[in-house]
């Protein structure tokens, strides 16, 4: 006796360091996990990456249109000689000059300058040019009217699109893994309720079977049987107790702001509740005579990446044509000695200098039009790829989760009907052991057995939340109470 009760002591300590204290019991609901989900957090900062990355490209793009000043000056100065007197040395010289420049996004770039640069020499002193010009670069080939930038721009905005699209459909996918994690430990609390009710009733055995020894009844082997169905269901629950804290040890690394310290509490769901709440949802969706498209984000998806592949196929087109470029720039001058007189000079009577130039650039040889085949290649794919994957998901979740939650459905009605027999025969099996007409093994297998057909009901009841709430990582806006 003397050693049970160590053992018992042993048992009170550890369960006492798995047990919650009430006094600061943190009462966790799935409502309160859901809200913490859709909070700004170092999860949802992680999943806001790529669409960051993509809004990134486009503006990085359209930072290129944006209009630029460049101001410039110098001076410059040499002793050295002049070979001969016909050859004066101009020194010091003196420029600066101030530009401001507009690239478009319809294949034509335009700036605007003034400058004034000032020499002297053995021949004369201060001799400046004050000026004023503008230029015009146009694309009359390859980006004509900017049809390949254009294109590129819509490209760029339709990715960042779907990247908008992905976050939303990632970010309600964690808050379905949020749910799962609720409803994996709310299982585990109701398989620790049938555990714990099991011990009870093997300690009672136990109890009894040291009685009936001192009465001649039973035999040590009988109790020997009993003290160990007692250690059974104390490793049975040190094993739930075990996944209980892998559990909230997960749940903390998702919310450490929110959790701290606190010990948790979770007892505010009703399963059976939610069980009939997925059935009712799935009987919605069942009743679709097609695939639901218009619950998922990804349809919207799809139509994005058709765009999107159309749109860069047509950017790489270009990458090995020819290029040809009209540039012509006009410039008014007025030059005098200083500053001051050359600005008059060049107000009262400028004079003007124009320039028009055609620039064409052919790439030589292969290896451009190679580079573009393969890039065409890997968008094709790319693209392709990822659309075959999106409708795979969409057909094979719609389907199979329909099939999957009618078997679970079948399988939960025969676990219910297996444990009121298996309730009725353990019933009949302990008033048998009382009147000494049942052995104790007998009665340990029958509590084995319905132990088990209950962690297994609770365990399918699980399953059935969490293959609807799969479903909804794809279709997340499904109309359902439990997707809200």
């Not at 028009?356 to 968008?379: C, H, S, W």
């Not at 099996?429 to 029958?446: F, G, P, V």
Request: charged share 25%; net charge positive; glycine share 2%.
């Amino acid at each position: 006796m003397k050693r049970l009760s160590k053992m018992n002591y042993i048992t009170f300590i550890t369960l006492l360091s798995f047990a919650p204290l009430k006094a600061s019991a943190l009462e966790i609901s799935e409502a309160k996990l859901v809200e913490w989900a859709k909070q700004e957090s170092y999860n949802s900062k992680k999943l806001s990456l790529d669409s960051l990355a993509k809004k990134a490209d486009l503006s990085s793009f359209n930072d290129k249109f944006s209009a630029s000043a460049d101001l410039s000056s110098s001076y410059a100065k040499t002793d050295e000689t002049s070979f001969s007197a016909n050859m004066p040395i101009t020194s010091p010289t003196k420029t600066a000059e101030l530009k401001i420049s507009k690239p478009t996004k319809y294949g034509v770039a335009a700036s605007i300058s003034t400058f004034t640069n000032q020499i002297s020499n053995n021949f004369f002193q201060k001799g400046t040019t004050t000026g004023v010009g503008a230029e015009v670069s146009v694309d009359l080939y390859k980006d004509i009217m900017g049809r390949i930038t254009r294109t590129q721009e819509d490209s760029l905005t339709l990715r960042s699109q779907i990247a908008e699209k992905e976050k939303s459909i990632t970010t309600h996918a964690f808050v379905q893994e949020v749910r799962k994690l609720y409803w994996k430990l709310a299982a585990n609390n109701e398989s620790l309720k049938i555990a714990n009710g099991l011990l009870k009733t093997a300690k009672r055995l136990e109890k009894d079977s040291v009685k009936r020894l001192k009465n001649n009844i039973a035999d040590k082997g009988e109790v020997s049987r009993s003290r160990s169905q007692v250690e059974t269901r104390n490793g049975q629950i040190y094993l739930l107790q075990f996944e209980r804290s892998q559990l909230i040890q997960a749940l903390r690394e998702l919310f450490p702001e929110q959790l701290k310290d606190n010990h948790l509490s979770f007892n505010s769901y009703d399963l059976e509740k939610t069980v009939s709440n997925v059935l009712s949802c799935t009987g919605k969706i069942a009743s679709r005579s097609t695939t639901p498209k218009d619950y998922t984000l990804y349809d919207d998806v799809l139509v994005l990446l058709k765009e999107d592949l159309n749109a860069a196929k047509k950017v790489n087109s270009a990458y090995s044509m020819a290029d040809l470029k009209l540039v012509s720039d006009v410039k008014y001058l007025g030059k005098d000695f200083g500053h001051s007189n050359s600005f008059d000079e060049l107000k009262e009577d400028g004079r003007k200098a124009y320039s028009v130039a055609l620039q064409l650039t052919i790439p030589l040889g292969k290896q451009k039009k190679r580079t573009q085949d393969i890039q065409n290649e890997m968008i094709q794919k790319q693209n392709v790829s990822k659309y075959q994957e999106i409708e795979g998901k969409i057909s094979a979740y719609h389907i199979q989760t329909m099939k999957s939650v009618t078997i679970l459905n079948n399988v939960i009605a025969a676990q219910d009907r297996n444990s009121k027999f298996l309730s009725q025969t353990l019933q009949d099996s302990n008033k048998k052991y009382r009147q000494a007409r049942l052995a104790a093994r007998d009665l340990i297998q029958d509590e084995d057995r319905f132990l088990q057909n209950n962690l297994d009901t609770i365990s399918t009841k699980y399953q059935v939340i969490e293959i609807l709430i799969n479903y909804f990582t794809v279709f997340t806006e499904t109309p359902c109470v439990i997707n809200k």
